[in-house]
T-cell receptor
Framework: QKEVEQNSGPLSVPEGAIASLNCTYS??????FFWYRQYSGKSPELIMS????GDKEDGRFTAQLNKASQYVSLLIRDSQPSDSATYLC????????????FGKGTSLLVTP | DGGITQSPKYLFRKEGQNVTLSCEQN?????MYWYRQDPGQGLRLIYY???????QKGDIAEGYSVSREKKESFPLTVTSAQKNPTAFYLC????????????FGPGTRLLVL
């Protein structure tokens, strides 16, 4: 079973700060990487996708991918209390109809 | 509005009972997936289907069954053989082209009476 690892947290940051979330994966052939946000009791919501090495920015969110190090991260700038949620890292599985392998998630708490 | 719907939102199962969770999508996606989420855990793959009338077992298929008679629909049956069914069940769909981004329905929470 290919693994996706995340620190469970909680990660606590003050409002307006940068939150940095990290993820490592074990399957070197993985090609597509995703960050989902999940509020308590709700389903995952796609935040970012990234497929190439480097950075990808979308508003306050930046995803970073380093395939050589098998590492993907998510930066949230100007963090808001509404960003408080669990962030799930997911990686496509080439062997299961491109289903997703998920990490257990990092809990983020943004304090006012 | 395009999207994925799941019903019911909450479902209660008695011992020995089979229950069916509904998943419908109007996104014209070919691929559909069922995941299970336990508290504090990541999502685990139960079944997936890339085309009508075809589906494959995922990592934790024992005690579950599915059908894919229509492109829009992928119902999941939790059978009495599933001894620990209490969980949050999530249905997702994606295209089979490009980067295959998956979108999730709102989920069904299954509880055992």
């Amino acid at each position: 079973q290919k693994e996706v690892e995340q620190n469970s947290g909680p990660l606590s940051v003050p409002e307006g700060a940068i939150a940095s979330l990290n993820c490592t994966y074990s399957d070197r052939v993985s090609q597509s990487f995703f960050w989902y946000r999940q509020y308590s009791g709700k389903s995952p919501e796609l935040i970012m996708s990234i497929y190439s090495n480097g950075d990808k920015e979308d508003g306050r969110f930046t995803a970073q991918l380093n395939k050589a190090s098998q590492y993907v991260s998510l930066l949230i700038r100007d963090s808001q209390p509404s960003d408080s949620a669990t962030y799930l890292c997911a990686v496509n599985r080439w062997d299961s109809g491109y289903a997703l392998n998920f990490g257990k998630g990092t809990s983020l708490l943004v304090t006012p | 509005d395009g999207g994925i719907t799941q019903s019911p939102k909450y479902l209660f199962r008695k011992e020995g009972q089979n229950v069916t969770l509904s998943c419908e999508q109007n996104l014209n996606h070919d691929a559909m997936y069922w995941y299970r989420q336990d508290p504090g855990q990541g999502l685990r793959l139960i079944y997936y289907s890339q085309i009508v009338n075809d589906f494959q077992k995922g990592d934790i298929a024992e005690g579950y069954s599915v059908s894919r008679e229509k492109k829009e629909s992928f119902p999941l049956t939790v059978t009495s053989a599933q001894k620990n069914p209490t969980a949050f069940y999530l249905c997702a769909s994606s295209t089979i082209q490009a980067q295959k981004t998956q979108y999730f329905g709102p989920g069904t929470r299954l509880l055992v009476l």
